[in-house]
């Protein structure tokens, strides 16, 4: 069965440094997103991006954050200047939309961040 | 952004039926209702998606009555393995809709699956 992929499953950076967060997609897929989890905490939205954009992004995900799809199948997600408050757990998406059957969201395994 | 409503927690033991019903009182008229189970340290793995009467697939049910107003979400026979948080997700997930898809999850069910 497809599945998302992420790397790394654990990263450890000093507070200040910058983070990128690797994730593939499922093939052909056109929607992809980025959630996180505070340890103990509900998951939250990030930013969804289609058509090689942004179509929405949350109050956490501030100027410190970005996204790309630099190729035909990574999608990053960037924290330029960590804070400790930024360690979680990292969540990629993606879906495939454009049909009706398409509409469920497959997230990967995750990234655990830790900021220190 | 239709809010939901679970219970916290609840206990099942192994080989029972569970039925985790999700109240979504002001669901809007392009919301499906998803659910998803999460293990500890790992993401949320999609489980069904429904829309309106019933939807089966070959882990669990969804029943959707007739208002759309709650769903309840079957799961037959656990096993031990089934202990882990459901989330009861509401929301315009449709190609083109209104959020991109973007879900908000709560906290969720915890269930627990005793031997």
């Known amino acids: 069965e497809p599945e998302v992929t992420q790397t790394p499953s654990h990263q450890v950076t000093q507070m200040g440094q910058e983070v990128i967060l690797r994730c593939v997609p499922i093939?052909?897929?056109?929607?992809f997103y980025w959630y996180r989890q505070i340890l103990g905490q509900k998951v939250e939205f990030l930013v969804s991006?289609?058509?090689?954009?942004?179509?929405?992004k949350s109050e956490i995900f501030d100027d410190q954050f970005s996204v790309e799809r630099p190729d035909g199948s990574n999608f990053t997600l960037k924290i330029r200047s960590t804070k400790l408050e930024d360690s979680a757990m990292y969540f990629c998406?993606?879906?495939?939309?454009?049909?009706?059957?398409?509409?469920?969201?497959?997230f990967g395994e995750g990234s655990w961040l830790t900021v220190v | 952004l239709a809010k939901t409503t679970q219970p916290i927690s609840m206990d099942s033991y192994e080989g029972q039926e569970v039925n985790i019903t999700c109240s979504h009182n002001?669901?809007?008229?392009?919301?499906?209702i998803t659910w998803y189970q999460q293990f500890p340290s790992q993401g949320p793995r999609f489980i069904i998606q429904?829309?309106?009467t019933k939807v089966t697939n070959e882990v669990a049910s969804l029943f959707i009555p007739a208002d759309r107003k709650s769903s309840t979400l079957s799961l037959p026979r656990v096993s031990l393995s089934d202990t882990a948080v459901y989330y009861c997700?509401?929301?315009?997930?449709?190609?083109?809709?209104?959020?991109?898809?973007?879900?908000?999850f709560g906290q969720g069910t915890i269930l627990t699956v005793h031997p």
């Open positions: 998406a993606s879906k495939l939309g454009e049909v009706d059957w398409g509409n469920t969201i497959y």
């Open positions: 093939s052909n897929h056109l929607y």
């Open positions: 991006f289609y058509n090689n954009e942004i179509s929405e």
């Open positions: 002001n669901i809007a008229t392009n919301d499906y």
């Open positions: 429904g829309y309106k």
């Open positions: 997700l509401v929301g315009d997930v449709r190609a083109g809709g209104t959020s991109y898809g973007k879900l908000t």
